[in-house]
């Protein structure tokens, strides 16, 4: 019986053009527009003003005069919030433990031509955007302020980022991480993540449409339990929902050439997850009640804030800092995070994404508990 | 022993009682009628006895078993023809009824001749492959008979099933039903809102007004009981005009071109009020006893609100 509902409920879905195009064509189209718009890490590097400042830890050791001055710039800069730490180990650990988003060592006998850079210190698995803003903020104060100093007649010209001026450090205490991020590994499970929970839509629909159809009389008269009806109603989308991530993580891999660096199987285990918290929250949805015109229009804005606000649209990291995990109270913002790890870092096992899938399954099942209490059979 | 029997059976909905509590009896192999205009309750009631709806009160029992706490067991015997057409539109008519009768909990061979059944009692067979959608209202309608069969039911219940059908499909759905009955013996409740349906298919109605029942008994035993002739009018002009001339203290109906009345009605004042209102009275005929005036008698209102 639950093998005919997957088959009449997929056989129905394949009649309705604006469902499959709004689960498969429209999340292709989001990916590749912002995919190759972010190409290369985001438009936010060419200075404009960030309503938020970066959180840099700089190790600054007092030195030679050139080294004192260009912290001081640095310190001074309105863009950055600055630590002071003692070691170049303490930065390695802030920027490792995320308390810090960037680490700048300054060395007391700064020279680069000799061989002894500033050294730039970020999380590249992080955000693109994230990463992005950071180093543009950090990297660029930190050469303007060596060049006022070294070259005053050089401020006018605005001269461009010296690979032998700053080196890039990775910290230690993450994971390894590829050296570029690139964008297709940030749309595709954002819009995936977005998209499947969109799911919520056609599961409320599809069982308001049955009420008024009156096949939900057939339903209930016929000899199913209530409980295997239900069962059978939402397995069907779990199984859509689950083709729907295969499909479009599919496409990423081979058609944009988004980069898995961690784990397949993680992934995999990521979306079934995120599929099933869709698909409890669609039957919550359902719970509630409504003609589908309300369902429709109500449950769209609510899964627009939802992905709004935890980064499916913009990245968490673009946020206020109050504002950014608020995210986490949603599956939307674990899932997002998860991806990231299982997509960028090199390494990644299972067990590394395993409490987000947790949090993911918990909250799925907490919508499923609540939407027990309240779908009512009848109506 | 009776096959169907329900015993206080009543559904509130908040404030408004739906039905009060019905005591109903079925007998094997019978075709029953359930009567009542517009928010009787016939359908609530009906979808009671289906576990469609969970009653507020009360028991019933299908073969001897117990439809609250036998409810999986006795919905097998159980085929439910929904007021609606309750069909897939952009489904073909055979991935309908694969579907519910997978819902019956048939599969392979068995739900292969269900549908075979279905179809050939709906008289759809050569067009189980197109897209319900593309069927008439007339062919709909039996296929919304058909996805309710497959299993056999030992019960048919049929809630309207011949609204918005033209005079041939009506036909064809009756002479299915009075087969099912026939051959199957499937015992079967009707509910309408027609008469004429109610007299030529059942042997016994109930007729439900206000979420009671007010009779149930054989047609001939009700027209006994209740019959009281009464009065047909012939108007010239619009008949609808010339009813809103009478008040309420001369209750009447529309049938077709002809407004009726019971029998108690006061002619030299019914025909003062209409030569009042300027409405010439074209024929006046006695009306033959029917079940018209019998539950013109019982409620005191008509059965239907328009002709
Ligand atoms: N789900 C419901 N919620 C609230 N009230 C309801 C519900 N279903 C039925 N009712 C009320 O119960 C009463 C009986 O309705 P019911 O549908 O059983 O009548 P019916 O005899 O089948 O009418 P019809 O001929 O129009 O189908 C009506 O007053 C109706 O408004
Ligand atoms: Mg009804």
């Not at chain 1, 009649?15 to 689960?23: I, Y």
């Not at chain 2, 009955?181 to 298919?201: C, D, G, K, P, W």
């Not at chain 2, 030299?268 to 009306?287: D, F, K, M, Q, Y």
Request: hydrophobic share 45%; net charge positive; with cysteine.
């Amino acid at each position: 019986m639950i093998v005919a509902s997957i088959v009449k409920d997929i056989r129905l879905l394949l009649t309705d053009r604006g469902a499959l195009a709004s689960m498969f064509i429209l999340p292709i189209a989001f990916i590749t527009v912002f995919g190759f718009l972010f190409r290369g890490q985001g438009g936010d590097q060419d200075g404009k003003p960030s309503t938020q400042k970066v959180s840099v830890a700089l190790y600054a050791p007092e030195g030679k005069e050139l080294a004192l001055a260009i912290a001081k710039k640095v310190e001074a800069s309105p863009n950055l919030s600055i630590q002071r730490v003692d070691s170049e180990a303490e930065v390695d650990r802030l920027v490792s433990e995320k308390k810090a988003q960037v680490g700048l060592v300054i060395p007391a006998d700064l020279d680069p031509k000799a061989g002894r850079p500033m050294q730039f210190w970020i999380d590249r698995a992080a955000s693109a955007a994230e990463v992005g803003l950071a180093e543009g903020a950090v990297k660029s104060t930190a050469i303007s302020a060596y060049f006022e100093e070294r070259f005053p007649m050089a401020k006018a010209v605005g001269i461009p980022a010296s690979e032998e001026l700053v080196s890039d450090r990775a910290p230690t205490g993450l994971r390894k991480k590829r050296a570029k991020i690139d964008s297709f590994q940030i749309t595709v499970p954002s819009n995936a993540v977005l998209f499947a929970f969109f799911m919520c839509i056609p599961i409320a629909l599809s069982i308001a449409e049955e009420r008024r159809l009156g096949t939900w009389k057939r339903l209930l008269s016929s000899p199913v339990g209530r409980r295997r009806m239900l069962i059978s109603k939402l397995v069907p989308f779990f199984i859509v929902g689950l083709i729907q991530m295969l499909f479009l993580f599919g496409i990423g891999a081979l058609v944009f050439g988004m980069q898995v660096s961690g784990s397949w199987p993680a992934v995999f285990l990521v979306a079934a997850a995120t599929v099933f918290s869709a698909v409890g929250l669609g039957f919550f949805v359902a719970s509630l009640g409504g003609s589908e015109k309300q369902v429709a229009s109500l449950a769209s804005v609510a899964m627009l804030v939802m992905g709004l606000v935890s980064g499916c649209m913009f990245p968490r990291a673009m946020f206020p800092e109050g504002v950014r995990s608020v995210g986490l109270a949603f599956p939307h913002g674990w899932a997002l995070d998860a991806f990231q790890d299982a997509l960028v870092r090199e390494g990644t096992r299972i067990a590394d994404v395993g409490l987000p899938i947790l949090v993911i399954l918990g909250l799925g099942l907490l919508y499923t508990a609540i939407g027990s209490r309240l779908f009512r059979f009848e109506s | 022993m009776s096959f169907l029997v329900t015993r206080g059976l009543g559904k509130d909905y908040g404030k408004t009682t739906a039905v009060h509590a019905l005591d109903l009896v079925v007998e094997p192999g019978e075709i029953f009628g359930f009567l009542g205009p517009n928010g009787a309750g016939k359908s609530t009631a009906i979808h009671m006895i289906a576990g469609v709806v969970t009653p507020s009160r009360g028991s019933a029992s299908l073969g001897g078993r117990d439809l609250l706490t036998e409810g999986l067991l006795v919905r097998r015997q159980l085929g439910l023809v929904p007021q609606e057409l309750a069909l897939y539109e952009d489904l073909t008519a055979l991935h309908n009824l694969e579907y519910f009768g997978a819902l019956q909990g048939l599969k392979g061979d068995a739900l292969k001749r269900g549908i075979d059944f279905g179809l050939a009692v709906a008289g759809l067979a050569d067009r189980a492959q197109d897209r319900v959608s593309t069927f008439s209202g007339g062919m709909k309608r039996r296929l919304n008979l058909a996805a309710s069969i497959l299993h056999r039911p030992k019960l048919l219940i049929c809630d309207e099933p011949t609204v918005g059908v033209d005079p041939q499909s009506r036909a064809h759905l009756f002479e299915a039903l009075r087969r099912l009955n026939r051959e199957e013996n499937t015992t079967i409740i009707y509910t309408s809102h027609y008469m004429e349906e109610v007299q030529a298919l059942c042997r016994r109605i109930g007729i439900m007004d206000r979420g009671r029942l007010v009779a149930m008994d054989s047609i001939q035993g009700l027209l006994a009981a209740h019959a009281q002739g009464g009065i047909e009018l012939q108007v010239e002009g619009e008949i609808a005009a010339a009813a809103s001339a009478l008040g309420s203290d001369m209750p009447h109906h529309i049938d077709g071109r002809k407004l009726v009345f019971g029998d108690g009605i006061a002619l030299s004042r019914l025909a003062a009020r209409l030569e009042n209102a300027g409405v010439t009275v074209s024929s006046i005929e006695r009306r033959g006893n029917d079940l018209e005036s019998v539950f013109l008698k019982l409620t005191g209102r008509a059965l239907r609100d328009e002709s």
